[in-house]
């Protein structure tokens, strides 16, 4: 008997699934699944990696099959938009699955046809969906079901004026839920503001690690960092993300790794839709070994088999930490997570360490190899703003 049947779940969904390779529901899918098919609203605490895609889109795939209703899910990345649209295409191709994926970067175009063909499901970052709602192309009325996923980001500081909007224009009657693998108190109080008796479904603790990661924590002076950084890649041969704290130090940390002899892209926010969909795409098919990384992807990588994930700054966040070490040990598999912190960022680590309710190893530094020379393009953060002078007889408008 297939251990999914017992949840609630419509045949033609559990025939697909097992022709999909799954075989048994994680802890988030067995419990969520069948209060989701009930039409509860509902709020999943899990660790990454953990099928929480699943949870969400099952039942809504379920419910929103012959009904004139939508579903929509926003979340925080593009990259999660199109991993969540790949994961439901799977699942609903047999019903005639029909999706809208509304994020930056992307033709409004294409999207403004999407919307018309009717889909089932929007999967939207919220600026995008702002703008499509500003310009009157698309109408939330008909919303059945709606998912945060990756509650705790999208209902930040600077998220939860857009997150508002959006729920002004959804109709009172509906389902709303949400998920992620860490939802602070204080975040949690928020989000029941949009919700009816939500029931809280909880397998870890918020700010739980995966449980087959294992940490590791170097403390190391700032100018060391690449020298280790180098020492690991040799240490270990499999598949890396490296994760900077900004865009700029992507850039730079993605040539030095480059000239070391490895392959290696850079993904953050400076970079096209089309250049994030190839960095991604190369380094989940092994045409990139290393992939540096800015934040953006703590939350939009679901790549099986990363062997080590090095956080080369440590992140702003501590909640931040567990969605980063989460890209790897997916799955069930293993993973090793190494994070190099500076010896003035000692209140940074208790922070994380309190989160994860654990004290995290330090390690003793390797030998490191001689110090290599940064032969990228020039450094401009740093210099002086240029100030025209403005002419003498032109008005300022």
Wanted: aromatic share 6%; glycine share 8%; net charge positive.
């Amino acid at each position: 008997m297939n251990p999914f049947t017992s949840l609630g779940i419509a045949p033609i969904i559990l025939s697909k699934l097992e022709r999909l390779g799954y075989k048994n529901p994680t802890p988030i899918q067995e419990q969520a699944i069948p209060v989701a098919i009930q039409g509860k609203d509902l709020v999943g605490v899990a660790q990454t990696g953990t099928g929480k895609t699943l949870a969400f889109g099952i039942p809504m795939i379920q419910c929103l099959n012959n009904t004139k209703r939508q579903g929509l899910i926003v979340l925080p990345t593009r990259e999660l938009a199109l991993q969540v649209d790949e994961a439901l295409r799977k699942v609903g191709a047999e019903m005639g699955l029909r999706t809208a994926v509304l994020i930056g970067g992307a033709s409004m175009f294409l999207q403004k046809q999407a919307i018309a063909r009717g889909p089932w499901i929007i999967i939207a970052t919220p600026g995008r969906l702002m703008d499509h709602l500003g310009q009157r192309t698309l109408r939330l009325d008909t919303v059945k079901i709606v998912v945060l996923d990756e509650a705790d980001r999208m209902l930040d500081m600077g998220f939860a004026p857009k997150i508002k909007q959006i729920f002004q224009a959804l109709p009172r009657d509906r389902q709303t839920m949400m998920f992620s693998a860490t939802i602070p108190s204080e975040i949690m109080k928020m989000a029941t503001t949009y919700m009816k008796l939500p029931i809280r479904i909880e397998v870890a603790p918020s700010g739980t690690t995966v449980e087959k990661v294992t940490q590791e924590i170097f403390v190391i002076p700032k100018d060391s960092k690449v020298r280790l950084v180098e020492k690991l890649l040799q240490q270990y041969s499999g598949s890396t993300l490296i994760f900077t704290r900004t865009k700029f130090g992507a850039k730079k940390l993605n040539k030095i790794i480059r000239d070391m002899g490895h392959t290696a892209a850079e993904l953050h926010s400076n970079r096209s839709l089309s250049q994030r969909k190839e960095a991604l795409n190369g380094f989940k098919f092994g045409r990139y070994r290393a992939l540096i990384a800015t934040d953006i992807a703590s939350r939009g990588i679901d790549v099986t088999g990363i062997e080590l994930v090095i956080n080369f700054d440590l992140p702003t966040n501590a909640e931040d930490y567990v969605h980063r070490i989460g890209r790897t040990a997916r799955a069930g598999a293993g993973g090793h997570a190494i994070s190099l912190v500076t010896p003035d960022q000692r209140v940074q680590l208790r922070a994380i360490e309190r989160l994860v309710r654990k004290t995290l190893p330090i390690s003793r530094i390797p030998d490191l190899p001689p110090a290599r020379a940064y032969t990228g393009p020039p450094i401009r953060r740093d210099e002086p703003r240029r100030h025209y002078q403005r002419h003498p007889f032109r008005r300022r408008y």
